[in-house]
């Protein structure tokens, strides 16, 4: 027999356990290496020179260099991090609110050269228009805003 048939029993199960460790400590390493240059250049405490030493210390000598930075830099690395964070949950939450501010209830004209606009582009057929048409109208369409109460022309 050969030496391919015998593999799995020159690889024992402790072997796979030991290999899946050092793979996993070696994604572990370069995920904390990424994170580490990220921060460096996220600090806006730090001159260019200082980023381009750091960067240069944890390429260069990367155990050591991610060994003092995390020592030396480590409480501020989830300050930063907290920060921008909430700087990016500010952001959207006023994006949100002024997204919400224009969006005031539109017209039945407005809606109209919608629907009008998308029929010319050929997203929707000539009967589904009408109906749509008919449905702002009559106002129980996309004008119809929800809590406002429905007008009615015949009363």
Known sequence: MSAQNYLAYD???????????????WILWFVLLFRIIV????????SGWAKAGWTLFVICLPFLGVLVYVIARGKGMGKREIAQARAQQQAFDSYVRETAKSGAPTSSVDELAKLSEIRARGDITDDEYRRAKELVLSGAGPAQRPGSTPTSSGH
Do not use: E, G, K, V
């Open 11 to 25: 690889y024992p199960l402790l072997s796979a356990f030991w290999t899946m460790l050092w793979f996993f400590l």
């Open 39 to 46: 921060d460096i250049f996220r600090d806006d405490d730090l």
